[in-house]
C-alpha cells in the first residue's frame, strides 16, 4: 500500500524513561562573534522556569517579564557536555547586552521549549487560580 506509514510501536514506561530525548541547537550570534549551542527543556525545567517570572504570593502574584529573555538564555545555552555556561547571576548582565542577540538565542529557545504568548497567557490565568486559596468555593 503506497503512501501507508507503518504505525509506531506502542511505548512502555521503561522505554520512555530511558529515551535520550534532549536536543540541541546552534545559534549563530554574530554580535558576540560566535554562536552558542542552545538545549532543549525537561518537563521540570519548564516549570522552574514559569516560576521564577512569578512574584509575590497568593492572590498578589504577578508574571514579571523584566529580563524574562535573560533568564531563558541562562536556562538555554550550554557548553558541548551539556553543562549551563550561564548561572542565575548573570541575568542582569545578559540583560544588558545587545537586544538583537539575546533575542534571537531566545526565540529558538522559545520554539524547542513550546514557549509563546499562549504559554505566557495561560501561566498568567493560572495566577488568578490560587490552589492555596481558602476561599471556600468549590
Known amino acids: 500500500m503506497a503512501g501507508r506509514t507503518k504505525a509506531l510501536a506502542l511505548l512502555t514506561r521503561d522505554a520512555i524513561l530511558a529515551?535520550?530525548?534532549r536536543t540541541y541547537e546552534y545559534v549563530e550570534v554574530p554580535e558576540w562573534k560566535g554562536r552558542v549551542r542552545v538545549q532543549s527543556l525537561t518537563g521540570t525545567e519548564r516549570d522552574q522556569y514559569d516560576l521564577w517570572l512569578i512574584t509575590g504570593k497568593g492572590a498578589k502574584r504577578d508574571v514579571n517579564l523584566i529580563n524574562a529573555r535573560?533568564?531563558?538564555?541562562?536556562?538555554?545555552?550550554?557548553?558541548?557536555?551539556?553543562?549551563?555556561?550561564?548561572?542565575?547571576?548573570?541575568?542582569?548582565?545578559?540583560?544588558?547586552?545587545?537586544?538583537a542577540a539575546v533575542q534571537r538565542i531566545f526565540d529558538v529557545a522559545s520554539k524547542m521549549w513550546g514557549l509563546n504568548e499562549e504559554a505566557i497567557e495561560e501561566l498568567t490565568?493560572?495566577?488568578?487560580n490560587d490552589p492555596s486559596d481558602d476561599s471556600g468555593s468549590a
Not at 541562562?74 to 548582565?93: L, M, Q, S, T, Y
Not at 490565568?125 to 488568578?128: E, K, M, S, T, V
Open 70 to 99: 535573560a533568564k531563558l538564555v541562562v536556562r538555554a545555552v550550554v557548553d558541548e557536555e551539556g553543562k549551563r555556561i550561564f548561572d542565575e547571576a548573570d541575568v542582569v548582565p545578559l540583560g544588558r547586552k545587545n537586544a
Open 125 to 128: 490565568a493560572d495566577l488568578g
Open 19 to 21: 529515551s535520550d530525548d
